[in-house]
């Protein structure tokens, strides 16, 4: 598909598979399912799903997403559904259990790969070259016969031979790959280096015309994005990416980066892409609560600090011409900053906003719980903000099924008393449970009044305080990471969104506390595959 004399970029999204490979990081299938729905709105070409032999909670991910979202349309400018697609290790065994789980969409992708670099060969792998070249053949052949949309990578592509690159990259050619990626699987080419790889496989591949090649790049040494730009420049027309930069190590090539700057830079680059900008900052919102990740305050382009100016010179510029010091507008990527609504708004303006800001097609209920959350925090004479109604959404979203609901809390706190804390619950059966307890702080009074009313013996990874507006009166997010006590538990994330930071304490204490629980009485999600061997793409 062409624009003029600008291809569209394939935009392959792996947030689902490679981002949920950052430590400890673990989707649940209806976290799946609900990011999945959102990059479908943002417009992302291609969706990889997961790993679907990595465990039985990964198949059902997969699954459920290629059966419930790889149908959708709406708002793409395509006009097409996205693909979904699943990683398989070069293994029949791996392959078949990637089909079985990708099948129901009506567009789908089997990924399959293979180390090529001498060091993967010999140190992890143990084959030859020739053992190489003969697998890969195999492989792919045997996946082509289960569907026509092959994507093979060259795992550490950034450390192997271009030469034997070439050779292997025909051969999966030859043997039916429609898409070809050339991993940076450790980060460690620079842009320079990577382009002209990319160049030299583009140009030496025998039917290469008959391939998108692709880009996956890591950032281990902070290169990810210039390196799959580099890339674009030369030759690919697929960027493999994920939403926040999310993933292993250091993490992926961020979506919204490689986006914006082929948006932002439209000489610079031969292509065009067919994502909703302004959903970006609505998916980056719903990938870090959902994922637990929290993003930098000076991430390009999602960072709370990325349209802010606090020197006065800028500030200055930005007064008389916003162009002075800003080359994306806010409202491009879904950002504003300005008062929207107050507590004389009503329902209807309320829910019409909320469509302008990528909410659509909501449940009567959703709304309604929403607008009183909206409402309660206007009555506290705040000036409401559109972070302030992304914070509200994405709590009212994306909150796991409540097992325990948090009703008062209340709290006696000061310089010279024990800090103590009454927490107020409903229960599974309905009857409210009333806990006090005392702590060495504040927020620790708070977390054991909660732990003794669930009667929950967790553990505090991870505490976060965010403002999302600035004043004195702005809401205060607050993000938490628990777990149990055994070894093999893993981390649960909750979060909570408050003008009083220890309200916000208590909900995402809560939250992460039915996280836990819904997701014990659920499919293991733990992964069975060793990811030394399975997911280094």
Do not use: W
């Not at 003794?452 to 938490?480: F, H, K, P, W």
């Amino acid at each position: 598909m062409t624009t003029g004399e600008k291809e569209t970029l394939v935009i392959f999204d792996t947030t689902l598979r490679d981002g949920e490979q950052s430590p400890g990081v673990t989707l649940t299938s209806d976290d799946k399912v609900q990011i999945a729905k959102q990059l479908s709105r943002l417009g992302v070409t291609v969706c990889e799903a997961g790993f679907p032999i990595a465990s039985d909670g990964d198949f059902a991910g997969v699954e459920r997403i290629a059966k419930e979202v790889g149908h959708l349309t709406t708002g793409r400018k395509s006009g097409k559904p996205m693909v979904i697609c699943g990683l398989a290790r070069a293994i029949k065994k791996d392959i078949d259990r990637c089909y079985e789980a990708i099948q129901h969409a009506p567009l789908h992708r089997i990924h399959t790969f293979l180390a090529t670099s001498d060091i993967h060969l010999e140190h992890k792998l143990r084959i030859t070259r020739e053992q190489c070249v003969a697998k890969v053949h195999e492989m792919v052949t045997y996946a082509k016969s289960k569907c026509t949309d092959i994507e093979f990578s060259t795992e550490d592509a950034g450390r192997s031979d271009k030469d034997f690159l070439v050779k292997v990259i025909g051969v999966a050619i030859a043997a039916g790959a429609t898409t070809i990626n050339i991993p940076d699987t450790v980060g460690y080419t620079t842009p320079e280096e990577y382009g002209a790889l990319v160049k030299y496989i583009v140009t030496n591949t025998p039917n290469a015309d008959k391939a998108v090649f692709s880009t996956h790049c890591h950032n281990d040494l902070g290169l990810a994005t210039a390196n799959t730009l580099s890339g674009v420049v030369n030759g690919a027309r697929q960027v493999e990416v994920t939403i926040n930069g999310i993933g292993e190590r250091a993490g992926n090539t961020a979506l919204e980066e490689v986006v914006m700057a082929i948006t932002c830079r439209k000489g610079s680059f031969p292509v065009i892409t067919d994502i909703d900008t302004p959903q970006i900052m609505r998916t980056s919102e719903m990938v870090m609560h959902l994922s637990g990740m929290r993003v930098q305050s000076n991430k390009a382009i999602v960072g709370a600090n990325a349209f802010a100016h606090e020197s006065g010179i800028h500030q200055d510029g930005m007064l008389k011409n916003a162009g002075t010091y800003e080359i994306i507008s806010p409202a491009l990527v879904g950002v504003q900053t300005s008062l929207v609504m107050g507590k004389h708004s009503g329902r209807a303006a309320f829910k019409s906003r909320l469509g302008e800001l990528g909410y659509e097609e909501l449940a009567a209920d959703v709304i309604q719980a929403a607008f009183e959350r909206f409402k309660t925090l206007a009555d506290t004479g705040k000036s409401i903000t559109d972070s302030d109604l992304h914070a509200i959404m994405n709590d009212q979203l994306h909150q796991p099924p409540i097992t325990f609901a948090l009703q008062h809390v209340q709290v006696f706190t000061g310089t010279t008393i024990q800090p103590t804390a009454t927490a107020t619950l409903t229960g599974p059966d309905g009857a409210n449970i009333v806990r006090c307890s005392v702590g060495t702080g504040p927020v620790n009074a708070i977390f054991r009044a909660v732990c003794d009313a669930t009667e929950s013996d967790v553990q505090l990874l991870d505490y976060n305080i965010q403002a999302i507006t600035e004043g004195t009166d702005a809401l205060g997010r607050v993000s938490v990471a628990i777990k149990g006590k055994e070894e093999s538990d893993r981390p649960y994330h909750g979060s909570g969104a408050h003008h009083d930071i220890l309200v916000a304490s208590a909900e995402a204490y809560v939250s992460a506390i039915n996280a836990m629980l819904h997701a014990k009485s659920g499919p293991p999600m733990k992964r069975t595959v060793s990811m030394a061997f399975g997911a280094g793409v």
